[in-house]
Every structure is written in C-alpha cells, then in structure tokens.
C-alpha cells in the first residue's frame, strides 16, 4: 500500500515538475538547442552566401560529434531569404519568434542586414554576420566576424599606392549600386583625398543589381586609363554580376599589369568557372586565402573537402574551395559556443558579454580575437593576386591582427562616436 | 650569331656565365633588388638568363640545385615580362619578334632602350619595324637631349595605343616650352584617333545588346506579335534553352570535343524548349484563346512553376557553362577597342536567326499558314488550313526561338533559375515598341533600344541608363501605342 502511494507520488511529482520545466523555455528541453541560418540559397547573392550556410551546417556536424555546446546538441534551422532584402526580415522574425533559435549566423548583402537589424534588436536576439562591410554601425545584437573598412578596403587602397601596388595615382571605384558600395566608396573617396588625390583623378560607377553587360564600364575604364598616370579599379561589384564583369575583362584583354582591379567581394568562390588565365594578377583583398600555408588552414580546408563529398554538395564535392565569409562564419560559430559556455547561458545579454575577449586560432593562421567593446574581430589582412588556377597568391600581409576601427575616420562626425554599442534606450533610465 | 650580336653590344657582360649573385636576388632579395637583378639578367642577354628568367615568371628559382618558390607580383611579372619581351625581339623567328614587339609597345623600362635600338637596327619587318620604333620613341621622349625628345613625340603621334596618350599628356604638361607644344599637337592626333575607336566600340556594344535583346524578343515576336499570346512563361523557355546548353556542355566535357558542343547545344536547346512550348500550347493556352487575362496568369504560374523544377533538378545556384576556346578573347578592331570573341558570334548567329525565320515565314508552307493566321483565322480556317495545328507550330516555333537565345546568353552571362526573369521585360519591352504583329519591327526596337542602353551607360551610367530608357518606353507607348510599325489591315483590331 504504502509501497503504490510512493509510486504515485513520485510519478505526480514527476509529471508536475515537467510542466513546470516546460514552462521555463528551451534550456528545459534539455537535448537540443536551435540555430537560424539565414543565407540566400536562391537569387543573385545565391552564388556567394549557399557555401555560407554549408559552411555553418558544417561547424554544427562538427561541434555535435564533440558533444554539442553545454552538453545540448544544436540543431540548425535553414530558410532561404532568396537574396529579397524584405525577406530577410520576414525571415529573421519568423526564426526568432517561431523557432525560438538562441542565435543566427546570416546575411552576405549589407542591405540584407540593415533589414533585419530592427528585427533582432526589437525581439532582442543574436546576428552573427560573417562578411566584410562598410562600418557605419554597431549594435548590441550583432557581432561581425567580416572586417571593417580599415580591415580591408584601405590597406588595400594603401597598397595599390604604393610602389609595389604599382603606384596608382588615378582611380575607378567600381560597385553595385547598394549601400555597401556607395558607403565604401564615400570613405575611400575622402582617404584618396587625404593623401592628395584630386576629384578628377576619381570616378565612381554603379551597376544595379545582377547586372550583365559590362561592355561599356570597361570601354571607360580603359579610356580613363589612358588619360593620364597609372589608374587602378577599386570593385565593389557583388554577387552573380562578377562572372560576367570578369568575363568581359579577360575578353577585352585589360591586363592587370596596366590596370589592376582590386575586390573587395570576389574571393575563389566567384571565381570558379570564370577562365582565370587572362585575368592573372587582378587583386582581392581579405582576411584569408585558400593559398594561405598554415596548420590551422590545412585542417579546415580538409574538413570542408570532406564534409562537401560526404555531403554531396554541388560543385565542391569534385572541386573544394574555401574563402573569407566561410572562414569567417566558421569562427563566429566556434566564438560563439566558446561564450555560451563561458556565460553557461544562451541568454543574450550573458552571452553577448562572455563573447568580448574571446580567441580562437582561425584558419588564416592567426589567432582572431573578439573585440572586448565593439563586436567586431581583430583581424590579418592579406592582399592577393589572381592566379592562373583561381587561387590567390598572397603578395602583402599585415604583420598581425589589426583592430576593426567600424567608425571610419574618413567619415565626417565618426570622431565623436563611442567604439562600442550604444546601451538600450530602457537601460539607461 | 645572335648570341656573338649582344656580346657585341654588351661588351662588360662577362662570357657565358650567368650572374650567380642576380639569381640568388631573384630567389631572396626584396621586391627592389629583385628588379635590378632582372635588369642584370637581362643584360646578360644570354639564353641561359632568358630560362632563368622564364622560370621565375611562373615563380620559381633555382639556387645551388634547389628549387625556391618565390612570389611574383605585378610589378615583377610586368619587369619580368618586358625583360623576356626584350630578348625575344633579336630571335630570328618572326612570329617570337612580333609577339616581343607587341609585347613591348605596352610600355617598357627605360633600361630596355638599348636592346630595343639594337633590334631595331637590324629589323626590316614592315609590321615589326614601326612597333618598335614607337616602343623607341616611348622610351626617348622621356629622357635625353631635346631634338631627340621632340622627335620621338612626332613619332608618338603617328600611333593609335591608349599608351601613347597617357605619355603625351603627361609631356603635354613638360616645363619646355617646345617640347610642349610638340607633344600638344601629337596628343590631339592621337586622341583623333581614339575618338573613333571609341565611337565605333560604343557602336559595337549596342549592336552587341541589340543582338541579344533581338534573340531573346525574337520568339515573343511570333508567340505575342502574331498569335497574341501574352506568355509570361517565355523568359522560362530561354532559361530552359540555357540550361540545355549546360547539360550538352557536361555530357562533353568528358569528350575530347569539348569546343565543338555548341554544335550540340544549338539544336538540343531548339528541340527541348520548342518542345515544352508545344506542351505548353496544347495543355494550357489552346483553351484560353481570346483570353488574355487568364492566359497571362496561367502562363505566369506556368512560369512559377518551370523556375522551381529546374531549381529543384539542378539546384538554386547558377551553374557554370564555360565557352569552347575560340569564343574566349577578342581582336583588336580598332585603335585601343577589343571585341570579344563571344559577343561577334552573338551578333553573327543572331543575324543567321533572324534570316532563317524570315525564309520559314515567307518561303515555307507553314509560314503562308502562320501568316494567314494571323490575319484572319475564320477566312483562314473556311479556306481550310488547319488553325489547331498551326498555332502549335507557331509556337513550338517562338519557343524554340527563346532556346535558341537561352544558348547564346550563356555563353555571356550567368545561368540560373532566374534567368529568365531578367529578360522577359526586356523582350516585351521590344516586341511593344516595335509594333505588334511584324517581324521587322522588332529587328528595328532591338538594336535602337540596345543603341539607346549603351549611349545612356556611357553618358550617365548604367542605373540611369535603365531608368531613362524605360521612362522613354512608357511615354512613347502614351504617344503611339501601336508601336514603332503598325499592322495594317481588318485583323488588328481582333
């Protein structure tokens, strides 16, 4: 009798504390803890952003089979944004409303994340954003694993001016007519004048959105070049647009010995099916190469060749390439479950504040590390030529990390702003 | 000889042993010694320092036995290149000097001057000869007494290379006066001259997108212009035709006739997209004759639903087509303007469309039905043609034409499942200001609009360029809705 009641009892209790655990929110699901992906897997950004979302898909199969971030396995929610910015933040909601994710690694467009940034700030949750960018912003609810203007866009610039660059004195800033390109190029325009370039040594061109035909650019881009000293083109061409941009440079012959073309969103990913061969030295800029000889690039390379055969995974099962973004999103994965289990919480505010400080040996050989204010990651930056097999062979690096300055000096009234989020507007009361 | 030729000259050189020192700068001097000992080893002139030299360019020396892997950046490969470039114009094949020669003309180091005068001595090729002595005078204006300056930016001016034009503004700019005026005059021959390589590059890219826009509005011509089937799906058939190409381009891949496949893919692009269209016709648009609103929307959610299963087959990123060899590159046309190879077969093939439809339509049985059709179907079917199978024809015909397009865009652009998309306001946009109901109305909207594009770009960039035209399209339709050429006759109004 006494023995039955027990039984009962242990059962009720049991049933009761469930209820009760439930209630209390995912931690309480105990095995699992969701992740959103929000990459365009359709659509013009389709061709740089579907390895992004492999590329997380990856790290989670990875951290998984070490036993998952504080003992919960992750389980990764993709949708696809197909490169329609209003979208994205239809997207972002749902994933964070409906999902319940504890955080989302996404976006390659910076039109795509100032789309969803309202999102995740109101519904306070995590954006990890993986690719480079123009600055310009820092929010509580982001980190950006890309670099920073200074990070990429004016070492670049700096190296073009100077005597190995070729010394370029005049210059065509190139890009997609987007704010990325237009902000990018805003900066580059008052460094260039910084270090006494005349306004008539600058021309900026836009393109929209998918564009095709890039006869006529490089017929100006040719002209311009022959009215007066050494020029360079400055491209911030994104997505699909760049197959037929590069296409139509090999075919009209533009060597890059006479005028160079420096990217900025053009890494070995674009260029696969593009025949390298006449566009041999044309430069990108980044925070890795492929090419990049390092232990902790050699691993990563491998896994990803691995994981795309078992995987199956469309081109890259016979051809594995590697870039920047992915090398980016797979750090801020990592970063991330390193600070989930420094915080031993997913809650946004604990976390966001165990990610400062955070290190991890990133593939391109050095050791990245999270900024301890401002989000953003100290990152090497690496100057690559184009080489006959689509690889880049690195011809300028910087001696170590360089801290992310998001707030470009070059920009009017950035002075005054402060180098880390600003706190929420119910904080401060 | 030609060995004994540069002892000659270089008399300090020592005998047939290349600089150890210079090889092992190449291997481990900076970027700056590595110049200067290209420059050494170049003097050296001997074969032995050229595969030295051509080694490295591929980034490779060998020190003591062993190979180093160096890094060759642009402005050692230009050095490297022009160095090479220089031992080549005294090689006694032709075809290596021409190649030197042209090499050169981009723009050589002063060091090379001596080489360069040496060759140019003995050359007597007449289309080498003048190459030279313009790379010479490149060289001389810049240094040197002033006779020899002024008469090496005479010389300049008889040229018609971009290069010179950037050496002449700058001495343009010089403190001599004489030299000045000198270069002044030269610069303004020469920019003469480019001007009308400009012009008639500005022209070739027009034409070049009015061949396109023409192919890809081509088909519409015949579905919409003739039948009047407002087929929203018709992006979608170029975009099947596109991917036709891809696939014949796999299967040939693994052959050694890798650059015939178009050959292939012309035809299997016709069939496959003629055939979808022709299921198409019978399935869907035979019931909805008369009904243009319900055509345009079951062709859209035709469309719709053609997007997604080639998403679904061949996934949502684009994939590659890559030319056969003969249709990468381009040829000098004109002073400074290079045409692609791809984009003068474009214009080619789309011309010989074009013809073909115009002998089908005018010279072949089906024609006299498809045009009886569309002038009047009840006369037409009284006298006892077959309206039912016409119309499928006709618009098996229109598809198969949007595939023939769907080839020729992948050669040029990106192949994805929304490839379509981009061009299906383009083509209508033709077909409406060409006029409905003919043929050569949309041969004339096709390379005006292509013309209008590409003027508009160079003017006002590409964004404007977009927005212009169309604004231009939607008052014109205002002013002249019946388009460019209107159809004459009872039926028009049907």
């Given at each position: 009798m006494k023995r039955r009641n027990f039984v009962k009892q242990l059962a009720l209790s049991a049933a009761i504390a469930a209820i009760g655990l439930g209630s209390t929110g995912i931690l309480a699901q105990a095995k699992t803890v969701k992740v959103g992906v929000l990459h365009s897997l359709s659509g013009t950004m389709a061709i740089s952003e579907t390895v992004l979302k492999d590329t997380v898909l990856m790290a989670i199969d990875e951290i998984n089979a070490k036993g998952g971030v504080m003992g919960m396995k992750i389980e990764p929610v993709v949708v696809d944004p197909a490169s329609n910015w209003p979208l994205f933040a239809e997207k972002a909601r749902q994933l964070i409303t409906q999902d319940k994710v504890a955080v989302t690694f996404g976006c390659w467009t910076s039109v795509s994340r100032k789309s969803v940034l309202p999102v995740f700030e109101e519904l306070n949750s995590l954006l990890f954003y993986p690719v480079q960018y123009e600055g310009e912003e820092i929010s509580r609810n982001v980190f950006y694993t890309g670099a920073a203007p200074n990070q990429q866009a004016i070492p670049a610039v700096e190296y073009l001016m100077s005597k190995d660059g070729g010394t370029a004195k005049r210059w065509v800033l190139l890009g997609t007519d987007y704010v990325y390109p237009r902000t990018t190029n805003k900066i580059l325009r008052a460094f260039l004048k910084s270090k006494g370039v005349a306004d008539a040594d600058i021309v900026e061109e836009y393109t929209p959105f998918?564009?095709?035909?890039?006869q006529t650019i490089i017929a100006k881009i040719k002209k311009f070049a022959s009215e007066g000293k050494k020029t360079a083109v400055v491209s911030t061409i994104n997505g699909d647009s760049n197959v037929p941009f590069y296409k139509e440079l090999g075919n009209q012959g533009l060597k890059a010995t006479d005028v160079p073309v420096v990217a900025f969103s053009v890494g070995e990913e674009e260029l696969r099916g593009v025949d390298t061969k006449p566009l041999v030295g044309h430069l990108a800029a980044w925070n890795y190469f492929m090419s990049i000889k390092a232990p902790a690039n050699d691993a990563f390379t491998k896994k990803w060749a691995a994981y795309a055969k078992a995987k199956n995974i469309a081109g890259h099962k016979d051809k594995p390439l590697t870039n920047d973004p992915m090398e980016a999103t797979y750090i801020g994965i990592y970063m991330w479950k390193q600070a989930v289990e420094k915080a031993k919480s997913f809650d946004v505010a604990k976390v966001s504040a165990a990610m400062g400080g955070q290190t991890f040996t990133a593939p391109s050989g050095i050791t990245s590390t999270m900024d301890a204010k401002n989000h953003h990651l100290h990152k090497a930056v690496f100057i690559g030529e184009i080489k006959a097999d689509g690889q880049f062979n690195v011809v300028w690096k910087t001696k170590g990390p360089v801290k992310a300055a998001p707030w470009s000096p070059f920009i009017a009234g950035n002075d005054k702003k402060k180098d880390e989020p600003a706190l929420m507007a119910e904080n401060k009361k | 000889m030609r060995i004994l030729l540069i002892l000659l000259f270089f008399a300090a050189a020592p005998v047939l042993a290349i600089d150890k020192g210079a090889v092992e700068k190449l291997a481990s001097g900076d970027n700056d010694e590595k110049i200067v000992a290209i420059a050494a080893l170049l003097a050296e002139g001997d074969p032995e320092a050229a595969a030295v030299l051509a080694k490295f360019a591929e980034g490779e020396v060998v020190v003591e036995g062993k190979v180093v892997e160096v890094v060759v950046n642009n402005r050692l490969r230009s050095a490297v290149t022009d160095a090479l470039a220089a031992l080549g114009l005294l090689s006694p094949e032709r075809a290596t000097r021409l190649e030197a020669a042209k090499a050169l003309a981009g723009g050589a180091d002063a060091v090379m001057l001596p080489l360069v005068k040496k060759a140019l001595e003995k050359e007597t090729d007449a289309d080498i000869k003048p190459l030279l002595e313009l790379t010479a005078a490149s060289m001389e204006m810049k240094g040197g007494d002033k006779a020899t300056r002024i008469a090496a930016i005479q010389r300049l001016g008889t040229s018609n290379s971009p290069n010179s034009r950037t050496l002449l503004s700058e001495a343009a700019?010089?403190?001599d006066e004489d030299i000045r005026i000198a270069a002044q005059k030269s610069l303004r021959e020469v920019q003469g001259k480019l001007a009308w390589g400009e012009r008639a590059g500005l022209l070739f890219a027009g034409i070049s997108l009015g061949s396109i826009l023409l192919l890809a509005a081509l088909g519409l011509a015949i579905t919409y212009g003739l039948m009047g089937v407002i087929n929203m799906a018709h992006g979608e058939l170029i975009m099947i035709g596109a991917y036709t190409t891809y696939v014949v381009q796999v299967l040939f891949r693994k052959t050694n006739y890798f650059d015939w496949y178009l050959l292939v893919a012309i035809p299997a692009s016709f069939v496959v997209a003629a055939a979808v269209g022709m299921i198409l016709e019978r399935v869907v648009i035979r019931w909805l004759y008369g009904r243009p609103l319900e055509t345009l929307l079951a062709t859209w959610g035709i469309s719709l639903m053609l997007i997604q299963s080639v998403r679904t087959i061949f996934g949502a990123a684009n994939v590659q087509v890559e030319n056969p060899a003969f249709m990468s590159g381009g040829f000098?046309?004109?002073?400074g303007v290079v045409l692609p190879w791809s984009r003068v077969v474009i214009i080619v093939f789309a011309a010989l469309v074009l013809f073909s439809i115009y002998l089908l339509l005018t010279k072949t049985r089906l024609g006299l039905f498809v045009r009886g059709v569309t002038q009047n179907r009840e006369m037409a079917a009284c006298v006892g043609v077959p309206t039912g199978s016409v119309d499928m024809w006709a618009f098996g015909l229109g598809s198969g034409i949007a595939g023939l397009a769907g080839c020729a865009l992948s050669q040029i652009g990106n192949v994805g499942p929304d490839l379509g998309q981009g061009y299906i306001v383009d083509s209508f946009m033709v077909v409406v200001f060409g006029g409905v109901g003919q043929l050569a109305g949309t041969v004339y909207a096709a390379l005006t609009l292509g013309f209008a594009n590409k003027f508009l770009e160079a003017m006002s960039g590409a964004v404007i360029a977009k927005i212009v035209v169309l604004v231009f399209i939607i008052f014109f339709i205002q002013r002249r809705p019946q388009g460019l050429f209107a159809v004459k006759g009872r039926a028009v109004e049907a």
């Open positions: 998918g564009h095709s035909d890039y | 700019t010089d403190a000098q046309a004109f002073a």
